[in-house]
Protein backbone atom coordinates (compact mmCIF):
# COMPACT_ATOMS: atom_id res chain seq x y z
CA UNK A 1 0.00 0.00 0.00
CA UNK A 2 1.28 3.32 -0.70
CA UNK A 3 0.98 5.89 2.60
CA UNK A 4 -0.44 9.55 2.21
CA UNK A 5 -0.07 12.22 4.70
CA UNK A 6 -3.43 14.34 5.58
CA UNK A 7 -2.89 17.56 6.09
CA UNK A 8 -4.97 19.80 7.88
CA UNK A 9 -5.81 23.84 7.08
CA UNK A 10 -1.97 24.98 8.44
CA UNK A 11 -0.52 22.50 5.67
CA UNK A 12 1.01 20.53 8.99
CA UNK A 13 0.95 17.10 8.74
CA UNK A 14 -1.72 15.11 11.40
CA UNK A 15 -1.94 11.92 10.28
CA UNK A 16 -1.68 9.51 7.62
CA UNK A 17 -3.86 6.95 5.62
CA UNK A 18 -3.14 3.70 3.42
CA UNK A 19 -4.35 3.89 -0.36
CA UNK A 20 -5.89 0.29 -0.98
CA UNK A 21 -2.63 -0.93 -3.75
CA UNK A 22 -5.88 -2.85 -5.70
CA UNK A 23 -7.53 0.78 -6.27
CA UNK A 24 -3.93 3.24 -6.41
CA UNK A 25 -1.48 1.00 -7.19
CA UNK A 26 -2.49 -1.59 -10.82
CA UNK A 27 -0.95 -1.28 -14.45
CA UNK A 28 -2.78 1.44 -16.31
CA UNK A 29 -4.43 -0.21 -19.54
CA UNK A 30 -4.12 3.25 -21.52
CA UNK A 31 -6.14 1.59 -24.49
CA UNK A 32 -9.33 0.87 -21.90
CA UNK A 33 -8.51 4.49 -20.39
CA UNK A 34 -8.85 5.76 -23.99
CA UNK A 35 -12.24 3.51 -24.69
CA UNK A 36 -13.66 4.37 -21.53
CA UNK A 37 -12.91 8.18 -21.76
CA UNK A 38 -14.32 8.81 -25.71
CA UNK A 39 -17.56 7.07 -24.54
CA UNK A 40 -17.78 9.43 -21.78
CA UNK A 41 -17.60 12.23 -24.32
CA UNK A 42 -19.66 10.91 -26.66
CA UNK A 43 -22.41 10.59 -24.30
CA UNK A 44 -21.91 13.92 -23.21
CA UNK A 45 -23.29 15.46 -26.84
CA UNK A 46 -26.64 16.26 -26.93
CA UNK A 47 -27.11 15.09 -30.74
CA UNK A 48 -29.98 17.74 -31.80
CA UNK A 49 -28.07 18.75 -35.01
CA UNK A 50 -30.59 19.05 -37.82
CA UNK A 51 -29.68 20.29 -41.23
CA UNK A 52 -32.80 20.43 -44.23
CA UNK A 53 -32.50 17.92 -46.97
CA UNK A 54 -34.01 18.97 -50.36
CA UNK A 55 -37.29 17.47 -49.63
CA UNK A 56 -38.02 19.67 -46.30
CA UNK A 57 -36.90 22.85 -47.62
CA UNK A 58 -40.06 24.85 -48.43
CA UNK A 59 -40.16 25.93 -51.89
CA UNK A 60 -38.98 24.51 -55.21
CA UNK A 61 -41.97 22.73 -56.30
CA UNK A 62 -42.16 24.73 -59.92
CA UNK A 63 -39.39 23.59 -62.35
CA UNK A 64 -36.95 26.69 -62.82
CA UNK A 65 -37.14 26.58 -66.50
CA UNK A 66 -38.09 24.44 -69.37
CA UNK A 67 -35.99 21.32 -69.78
CA UNK A 68 -35.07 21.91 -73.60
CA UNK A 69 -33.66 24.66 -75.43
CA UNK A 70 -32.52 26.90 -73.06
CA UNK A 71 -28.92 25.79 -73.37
CA UNK A 72 -28.29 25.35 -69.77
CA UNK A 73 -28.08 22.13 -67.76
CA UNK A 74 -31.45 20.63 -66.88
CA UNK A 75 -32.91 21.57 -63.44
CA UNK A 76 -36.15 20.66 -61.88
CA UNK A 77 -35.83 22.19 -58.75
CA UNK A 78 -34.23 25.40 -57.36
CA UNK A 79 -34.18 23.31 -53.85
CA UNK A 80 -31.40 20.69 -55.18
CA UNK A 81 -28.62 21.25 -53.44
CA UNK A 82 -26.25 22.55 -56.15
CA UNK A 83 -28.39 25.71 -55.80
CA UNK A 84 -28.04 28.52 -52.48
CA UNK A 85 -30.86 28.40 -50.57
CA UNK A 86 -31.30 24.41 -51.29
CA UNK A 87 -31.46 21.17 -49.10
CA UNK A 88 -28.24 19.51 -47.48
CA UNK A 89 -26.96 16.03 -48.79
CA UNK A 90 -26.56 13.99 -46.25
CA UNK A 91 -26.69 16.51 -43.57
CA UNK A 92 -26.29 15.44 -39.78
CA UNK A 93 -29.79 14.45 -38.30
CA UNK A 94 -30.45 13.81 -34.61
CA UNK A 95 -28.96 10.86 -33.11
CA UNK A 96 -27.94 9.23 -29.71
CA UNK A 97 -24.05 9.20 -29.56
CA UNK A 98 -23.91 7.37 -26.48
CA UNK A 99 -21.52 4.22 -26.05
CA UNK A 100 -22.17 1.21 -24.05
CA UNK A 101 -19.79 1.01 -21.51
CA UNK A 102 -19.77 -2.23 -18.96
CA UNK A 103 -19.26 -1.14 -15.60
CA UNK A 104 -16.17 -3.10 -15.05
CA UNK A 105 -14.83 -1.63 -17.67
CA UNK A 106 -15.35 1.49 -16.34
CA UNK A 107 -13.49 1.13 -12.66
CA UNK A 108 -11.36 -0.64 -14.33
CA UNK A 109 -10.14 2.61 -15.90
CA UNK A 110 -10.65 5.08 -13.29
CA UNK A 111 -8.27 2.39 -10.79
CA UNK A 112 -5.93 2.87 -13.61
CA UNK A 113 -6.48 6.53 -13.68
CA UNK A 114 -5.65 6.85 -9.99
CA UNK A 115 -2.84 4.52 -9.65
CA UNK A 116 -1.33 6.49 -12.31
CA UNK A 117 -1.39 9.74 -10.38
CA UNK A 118 -0.68 8.11 -7.59
CA UNK A 119 2.59 7.01 -8.47
CA UNK A 120 3.43 10.35 -9.96
CA UNK A 121 2.80 12.44 -6.55
CA UNK A 122 -0.58 13.34 -7.33
CA UNK A 123 -2.88 12.41 -4.66
CA UNK A 124 -3.39 14.29 -1.67
CA UNK A 125 -5.29 13.83 1.47
CA UNK A 126 -7.11 16.64 3.68
CA UNK A 127 -8.77 17.04 6.64
CA UNK A 128 -10.95 19.90 5.67
CA UNK A 129 -10.62 23.14 3.62
CA UNK A 130 -12.18 25.26 5.99
CA UNK A 131 -11.86 25.56 9.70
CA UNK A 132 -15.11 26.44 11.61
CA UNK A 133 -18.84 26.22 9.87
CA UNK A 134 -18.95 29.19 8.12
CA UNK A 135 -17.80 28.83 3.86
CA UNK A 136 -14.67 31.00 2.98
CA UNK A 137 -13.18 30.59 -0.40
CA UNK A 138 -10.07 32.83 0.45
CA UNK A 139 -9.60 30.47 3.47
CA UNK A 140 -10.40 27.28 1.05
CA UNK A 141 -7.59 28.80 -1.14
CA UNK A 142 -4.98 29.18 1.13
CA UNK A 143 -5.26 25.82 2.67
CA UNK A 144 -5.09 24.07 -1.59
CA UNK A 145 -2.24 26.72 -2.18
CA UNK A 146 -0.55 24.81 0.85
CA UNK A 147 -1.14 21.31 -0.89
CA UNK A 148 -0.17 21.66 -4.24
CA UNK A 149 0.04 24.45 -7.05
CA UNK A 150 -1.40 22.64 -9.82
CA UNK A 151 -2.81 24.83 -12.38
CA UNK A 152 -5.82 22.21 -12.89
CA UNK A 153 -6.69 20.60 -9.21
CA UNK A 154 -10.13 18.13 -9.42
CA UNK A 155 -11.20 18.09 -5.34
CA UNK A 156 -13.19 14.89 -3.92
CA UNK A 157 -15.51 16.10 -1.32
CA UNK A 158 -17.95 13.97 0.46
CA UNK A 159 -21.83 14.05 -0.68
CA UNK A 160 -22.60 15.76 2.56
CA UNK A 161 -19.43 18.10 2.76
CA UNK A 162 -21.27 21.40 2.02
CA UNK A 163 -18.69 23.70 3.58
CA UNK A 164 -15.98 22.89 1.28
CA UNK A 165 -17.99 22.28 -1.38
CA UNK A 166 -19.55 26.36 -1.44
CA UNK A 167 -15.78 27.78 -0.52
CA UNK A 168 -14.52 26.34 -3.63
CA UNK A 169 -17.16 25.88 -6.14
CA UNK A 170 -16.29 29.61 -7.64
CA UNK A 171 -12.87 28.87 -8.04
CA UNK A 172 -12.25 28.39 -12.07
CA UNK A 173 -9.21 26.01 -11.68
CA UNK A 174 -10.73 23.55 -9.28
CA UNK A 175 -13.09 21.16 -10.24
CA UNK A 176 -15.16 19.99 -7.80
CA UNK A 177 -16.93 16.18 -8.03
CA UNK A 178 -18.44 13.83 -5.41
CA UNK A 179 -16.47 10.91 -4.23
CA UNK A 180 -19.25 8.91 -5.70
CA UNK A 181 -19.26 10.84 -8.87
CA UNK A 182 -15.42 10.31 -9.58
CA UNK A 183 -14.89 8.95 -13.53
CA UNK A 184 -11.51 8.21 -15.31
CA UNK A 185 -11.74 11.80 -17.39
CA UNK A 186 -11.69 13.70 -14.39
CA UNK A 187 -9.22 12.41 -13.29
CA UNK A 188 -6.68 12.41 -16.14
CA UNK A 189 -7.91 16.04 -17.12
CA UNK A 190 -6.43 17.12 -13.63
CA UNK A 191 -2.76 17.90 -12.84
CA UNK A 192 -3.50 16.72 -9.21
CA UNK A 193 -6.45 15.23 -7.17
CA UNK A 194 -7.58 15.87 -3.82
CA UNK A 195 -9.57 14.33 -2.03
CA UNK A 196 -10.95 15.42 1.44
CA UNK A 197 -10.71 12.70 4.31
CA UNK A 198 -14.50 11.75 4.34
CA UNK A 199 -14.30 11.98 0.78
CA UNK A 200 -11.61 9.32 0.56
CA UNK A 201 -13.18 7.10 3.33
CA UNK A 202 -16.34 7.27 1.27
CA UNK A 203 -14.89 6.42 -1.73
CA UNK A 204 -13.17 3.37 -0.31
CA UNK A 205 -16.54 2.57 1.23
CA UNK A 206 -14.76 2.80 4.95
CA UNK A 207 -17.71 2.95 7.31
CA UNK A 208 -18.22 6.18 8.75
CA UNK A 209 -17.30 6.66 12.97
CA UNK A 210 -20.28 5.80 15.29
CA UNK A 211 -20.59 9.00 17.22
CA UNK A 212 -21.45 9.76 21.04
CA UNK A 213 -25.20 9.23 20.55
CA UNK A 214 -24.59 6.02 18.83
CA UNK A 215 -22.28 4.67 21.64
CA UNK A 216 -24.82 5.88 24.32
CA UNK A 217 -27.58 3.92 22.49
CA UNK A 218 -25.71 0.97 22.00
CA UNK A 219 -24.79 1.37 25.86
CA UNK A 220 -28.03 1.45 26.53
CA UNK A 221 -29.28 -1.20 24.63
CA UNK A 222 -26.58 -3.80 26.05
CA UNK A 223 -27.54 -2.51 29.85
CA UNK A 224 -31.53 -3.38 28.60
CA UNK A 225 -30.31 -6.71 27.22
CA UNK A 226 -28.42 -7.33 30.70
Known amino acids: MTTVD????????????????????????????????????AAAR??????????????????PYKQKGT???????IRA?????????????????????PKKMKAAALRGALSDRARAGQVHVVETFVSGEKPSTKAALA??????????????LSSTDELNWVSLRNEPRVHLIESG??????????????????????FLGVPAEAGPAAESAAETTEEGGK
Open 6 to 41: VLNVEGAKSGSVELPADIFDVQANIALMHQVVVAQL
Open 181 to 202: QLNTYDVLVADDVVFSKDALDE
Open 46 to 63: QGTHKAKSRGEVSGGGKK
Open 71 to 77: GRARQGS
Open 81 to 101: PQFAGGGVVHGPVPRDYSQRT
Open 143 to 156: TLAKLTGARRVLVV
